[in-house]
């Protein structure tokens, strides 16, 4: 049973563009979110998070949505940059208790020069 | 740099032998976890540890152990190997308490053959 999916394997944004990830999940306890960057042949870099308490949370270039409503969280990059291109993880954690933190398949982001 | 170190990069062995990968954690995490990705699959929880006590167990086969020592590196002690065991082995780190990221390692790439 996945329970943090992203259904989109691949996307490919023009450079200077915005590129919208999407992660959606089924576990209602989640409450703690997270994506990684993840190029070949380096492990996964921590990008930015939000708590569940927050609906946005912004780092630079990189903002991340949370509907809670909608189980679904999304990471925008604006602007896209050729350096961008790799591997998007979203994973969720239900925090205080448990500390597991589930991981989805990955998008693979192309951000065309 | 993550601060997360793993050894061996690469590790290749027969079915039916026991290998064993280790990681150090950053300086002043106290939790360490185990993922196992498959050929470009999404990242597979395997086991937690913080503080030198299991916290969190995944789909962690039978044939796969792990601990932490007091020094708070982490040892992944995988026996019996098939060659469905090959994969990408990633150790990561946090500090373990409330909402902290993950940080990853590059990774061990194990193939079994």
């Known amino acids: 049973d996945q329970q943090v999916k992203q259904n989109s394997p691949s996307l490919s944004v023009q450079e200077g563009r915005i590129s919208i990830l999407n992660c959606d999940y089924t576990n209602s306890m989640f409450d703690y979110f997270l994506w990684y960057k993840k190029y070949p042949a380096e492990g996964p870099t921590f990008l930015i998070s939000?708590?569940?308490?927050?609906d946005k949370n912004e780092d630079g270039r990189f903002t991340v949505f949370l509907n809670k409503s909608a189980k679904h969280l999304s990471l925008h990059i604006v602007p896209s940059q050729p350096g961008d291109s790799a591997v998007y993880f979203c994973a969720a954690s239900e925090g205080s208790g448990t500390y597991k933190y589930i991981f989805g398949t990955g998008t693979r982001l192309k951000v065309l020069a | 740099d993550s601060g997360v170190t793993q050894t061996p990069k690469h590790l290749i062995t027969a079915t039916g032998q026991r290998v064993t990968l280790r990681c150090s954690p950053r300086?002043?995490?106290?939790?360490v976890y185990w993922y196992q990705q498959s050929l470009d699959q999404g990242l597979q929880f395997l086991i937690q540890y913080y503080n030198g006590e299991e916290r969190a167990k995944g789909n962690i086969l039978e044939r796969f152990s792990a601990q932490q020592f007091p020094d708070l590196h982490s040892e992944l002690n995988l026996s019996s190997l098939e060659l469905g065991d090959s994969a990408l082995y990633f150790c990561?780190?946090?500090w373990g308490q409330g909402e902290s990221p993950l940080h990853f390692g590059n990774g061990t790439r194990l193939t079994v053959t």
């Open positions: 939000i708590s569940s308490i927050k």
């Open positions: 990561a780190s946090s």
């Open positions: 300086s002043g995490d106290l939790s």
